[in-house]
Structure formats: C-alpha cells, structure tokens
C-alpha cells in the first residue's frame, strides 16, 4: 500500500506515517512546513518506505506512480495558528482539500479527511453525535478554521457522491501527547510551557468549560481502523472523559510539582463550554474505544515536553 499524507510533518501527521510504515505501507508525506516541523519525521529520513515533499497542497499536486491512500491532515489546527494564519487556513481546507481529492479521483486511491469536533461550534448539545449539525459563528474569528472544515466534509462528500471516490471522514476531538508545539497555544502545551518557565499558569474564562482529551495512540488506532471501513459519513474519534479545564491545569500543575499560581484571562470569542464526542458509533462500526488514561498519557506527554525544554533547540 502507498499513501500521501498531506501535512505530515504535523503532530498528527508525523504519527499517522510513523503506523503506516509500522505496517508496511509506503508514505510519501507531504507539507509546506508552515506549522509542521522536519524534527517530527526525522527519524524517518532514512528509511526506505517514506519519502518527503515540501509542497503547499493550497498549488496543484503532482505524485508520480501509483497511489491507494490520500490522508488529508494539512491545515493549521491551533487558535493561536489559524488566527495568525486565517486565509491560509481557508485555503488549505478549501483548495487544499479540492487538490487532494483531485488527486485521489486521479489515481483512483481512496480519500481520508481529517475534520475536526470544531464543526460542532459551540455546541448546545453534549455530548456531540456526528448527527449533530453544529452551532457555528461564521463570522467569528474562530470561523476562518471551523468553516474551512465544514466546507471540507462537503467537498469530501461531493466528490462521493459525484466521483465515486470512496471517502471518509474523522472528526478529531483534543487530542495530546509528543510532538506537540510548546507554542501551540492549545492548553496542554501551553500550561506545560508555563509550569517549565516559571510563569503564572493561565486559565481563560473561570475555567469551568470542559474538554476531552484524547491521546496521540489512541486516536491514530481509531483514523486506521475508520480508513479500512466502509463508512463514508463523519465519524467521531476522541476521549468521551470530560474534565474543565481549571482542573486539568491543576493536574498538570501537580504533575510537574509547579508552584506557579494559576490566573485567569478573558474567555476568547466563540470559545466552546464544552466539547466532548459521543463515540458510540465508531464502538458500533469498528469496535474502537480509548485505552490510555489521562494520568499516563499526561505522563509520557510531559516527560517529552521536558526533554524538549532542556534541548537546545526548544521552540
């Protein structure tokens, strides 16, 4: 099997080449770098069965050879990115998705689409079943990323429907563990970034909203599993533990045994109160479920963040 994916040297990405090429397939991973780094595939760089194109799949793309699996990842997927970022944010979840899908219909290959719980907005219902359409500002800051991927799941299920391609499509809850950005601006690597620099732990809003966080393995597991499917509807894939996130900052704080206080900012535009997958279909149709608890997660997550730290290098 030979698969593209596109942003691959992303957080999620990186890991998705590192299991295929576990099982044998051939990746060829490709990104632009704007937010992915060439340090998350590094270890790949010599291997036989990746190979690496810098490219911006917003332009057309041009793979030589057979391909049986295009894996779309490519987009900015922080606020402190897409905000930075909000047109090339449209345009890779926009273009980039036409391209990729155009490459897919091309040579015949199937076609993976990594969409986020973000479509959901700030939902009125929790949990969220992927038969939920979303409460969404359109025009809030937040929308530059949320309808990209709307717009994404759209275009994906149009060229199903149209083209024939066989398609599918994961909605990604929060996910965390290694090769995750101290500067991503997500909570997790932001309270970590802070503990370890010995700055106040910040906490927007009274940090009642919640989130579900999902590590790395896990989720990979679950994207597998739905790509060999025969689902071609959005599916969920995330931790259904719900926990606010003034808790989780103090989890985090009590983990890396921080004295920093933790203080509270405004709550940011459109900023969800909760966010938790109903996963009850990805059970259904593929049997997956979360395995890695939060507190071993957390612990493989920070002893990475702390390596990361004391590296020279550390971003």
């Known amino acids: 099997m030979r698969a593209v994916v596109t942003g691959g040297a ?28 060439e340090a998350n595939v590094a ?24 391909v049986d699996y295009v894996f779309h990842f490519a987009s900015p997927a922080s606020p402190v990115d897409y905000l930075k970022m909000p047109i090339q944010t449209l345009k890779v979840g926009s273009l980039g998705t036409h391209n990729s899908l155009g490459l897919a219909l091309a040579k015949k290959a199937k076609f993976f689409l990594a969409s986020t719980s973000e479509c959901y907005g700030d939902p009125d219902v929790s949990p969220q079943p992927e038969t939920y359409w979303g409460h969404v500002n359109p025009v809030g800051p937040r929308g530059v990323y949320d309808e990209a991927k709307r717009f994404a799941e759209a275009m994906t299920m149009a060229y199903h429907r149209y083209h024939g391609v066989d398609t599918h499509i994961v909605r990604i809850f929060n996910t965390y563990g290694p090769r995750m950005r101290l500067n991503d601006g997500r ?67 009590t983990l890396l045994e921080s004295k920093m206080q933790i203080v509270f900012e405004p709550l940011p535009q459109d900023d969800p109160k909760q966010r938790c997958p109903d996963i009850s279909k990805a059970k259904r149709l593929f049997g997956w479920g979360p395995k ?24």
């Open 10 to 37: 992303g957080f999620l990405g990186s890991h998705l080449c590192d299991y295929l090429i576990a099982r044998d397939w051939d990746v060829l991973c490709i990104d632009n770098l704007v937010t992915g780094t």
């Open 43 to 66: 270890h790949l760089a010599h291997n036989s069965r990746f190979r690496m194109l810098r490219h911006d799949v917003s332009n057309y793309i041009d793979v030589p050879g057979p």
């Open 187 to 253: 909570a997790l690597p932001n309270f970590v970034y802070q503990a370890l620099s010995g700055q106040p732990i910040t906490v927007y809003g009274t940090g009642k909203q919640t989130r579900s966080f999902c590590y790395v393995s896990d989720l990979i597991e679950g994207i597998y599993r739905l790509a060999l499917s025969d689902e071609h509807f959005p599916t969920n894939i995330g931790n259904p533990h719900e926990i606010t996130i003034l808790e989780f900052a103090e989890r985090i704080r």
């Open 292 to 315: 890695v608890q939060l507190e071993e997660g957390l612990r493989l997550t920070l002893k990475y963040f702390k390596e990361l730290v004391a590296s020279p290098h550390a971003g």
